[in-house]
T-cell receptor
């Protein structure tokens, strides 16, 4: 158990809908990362938050957004869903913003299926 | 940009066989290197890491050495078990490439290991 929790574990929805994925980082970790794992794109970095502020962006679609709250949990919002958004979404956390010795610890993921 | 290349899978071995999964990287800075493992139906678990050249990461019988001269970080285990069956991901992070602002991970495509009894 990494200490990172994600809810829900599974999500089935329809095209055009909007969903929210939730992540609670390990106790004391200030950085939260979101990744998408899909069959065609592999594991890709989406976005990073540190202590409530967005700090780095990857290949995140404009239809997707995220935020980190004062209690440090984070939410990833996916809207106008398309079939191609079906994937496993991981959250990871680490203590600091960045550093050579930083290690990210991953949650169990949320499996999203868009029908 | 930075990238990671892993050997294609699946890799199928008999129990107690020797394992090597090749990983090479391209990076402009001084990356840290990682191996993560994903067991069926589960999330990613850190297996081992190395943060500078010639460092050796090790855990649960797995080892990998950070070779800057060959830009490689190959994963090895002397004797695999059925319970080692999983997908293995090589990854790098390079905060120096982003002004120290992020440790975002760049992953390889993953290598499926299947160990038969």
């Amino acid at each position: 158990d990494s200490g990172v929790t994600q809810t829900p574990k599974h999500l089935i929805t329809a095209t055009g809908q909007r969903v929210t994925l939730r992540c609670s980082p390990r106790s004391g970790d200030l950085s939260v990362y979101w990744y998408q794992q899909s069959l065609d794109q592999g594991l890709q970095f989406l976005i990073q938050y540190y202590n409530g502020e967005e700090r780095a962006k990857g290949n995140i679609l404009e239809r997707f957004s995220a935020q980190q709250f004062p209690d440090l949990h984070s939410e990833l919002n996916l809207s106008s869903l398309e079939l191609g958004d079906s994937a496993l979404y991981f959250c990871a956390s680490s203590p600091r913003l960045a550093g050579v010795r930083e290690t990210q610890y991953f949650g169990p993921g949320t499996r999203l299926l868009v029908l | 940009g930075d990238s990671v290349t892993q050997m294609e899978g699946p890799v199928t071995l008999s129990e107690e066989a020797f394992l090597t999964i090749n990983c090479t990287y391209t990076a402009t800075g001084y990356p840290s290197l990682f191996w993560y493992v994903q067991y069926p139906g589960e999330g990613l678990q850190l297996l081992l890491k190395a943060t500078k050249a010639d460092d050796k990461g090790s855990n649960k019988g797995f080892e990998a050495t950070y070779r800057k001269e060959t830009t490689s970080f190959h994963l090895e285990k002397g004797s695999v078990q059925v319970s080692d069956s999983a997908v293995y991901f090589c990854a790098l992070s390079d905060p120096s490439n982003y002004g120290g602002a992020t440790n975002k991970l760049i992953f390889g495509t993953g290598t499926l290991l299947a160990v038969q009894p």
